[in-house]
Nanobody, 122 residues
Framework: QVTLAESGGGSVEAGGSLKLTCVIFGAAARSIRMGWFRQAPGKEREGVAT???????TYSDSVKDRFTISKDVTKNTLYLLMHNLKPEDTAMYYCAADKFGRLNDSNTWANWGQGTQVTVSS
């Protein structure tokens, strides 16, 4: 059974930065596709970024050049470094893991964390 545990959310002003962390239990970060998603109130869950076992990354257009996804396989941990945060980035952020998960379809991911809240004020 795969368990994911996010942390690092918080409240920041626009233009600020945050780093989210997701520890993975029951799977190896070096061998599974992982991703970050977010969901704002009243909106569908949307993909933010994914990273392949071999470190290929993909990003949504809304966060490209501001967010960076990475992982440390020695710690079995996934990260999301967020710069130049905007109020529209406010959402609950979730990490996910699945061999076949796709950035544009949250239904393709079988394993989810409990989420960490990010709030950006203007």
């Amino acid at each position: 059974q795969v368990t994911l545990a996010e942390s690092g959310g918080g409240s920041v002003e626009a233009g600020g930065s945050l780093k989210l962390t997701c520890v993975i239990f029951g799977a190896a970060a070096r061998s599974i596709r992982m991703g970050w998603f977010r969901q704002a109130p009243g909106k569908e869950r949307e993909g933010v970024a994914t990273i392949e076992p071999y470190d290929w990354t993909t990003y949504s257009d809304s966060v490209k050049d501001r967010f960076t996804i990475s992982k440390d396989v020695t710690k079995n941990t996934l990260y999301l470094l967020m710069h130049n945060l905007k109020p529209e980035d406010t959402a609950m952020y979730y990490c996910a893991a699945d061999k076949f998960g796709r950035l544009n379809d949250s239904n393709t991911w079988a394993n989810w964390g409990q989420g960490t809240q990010v709030t950006v004020s203007s």
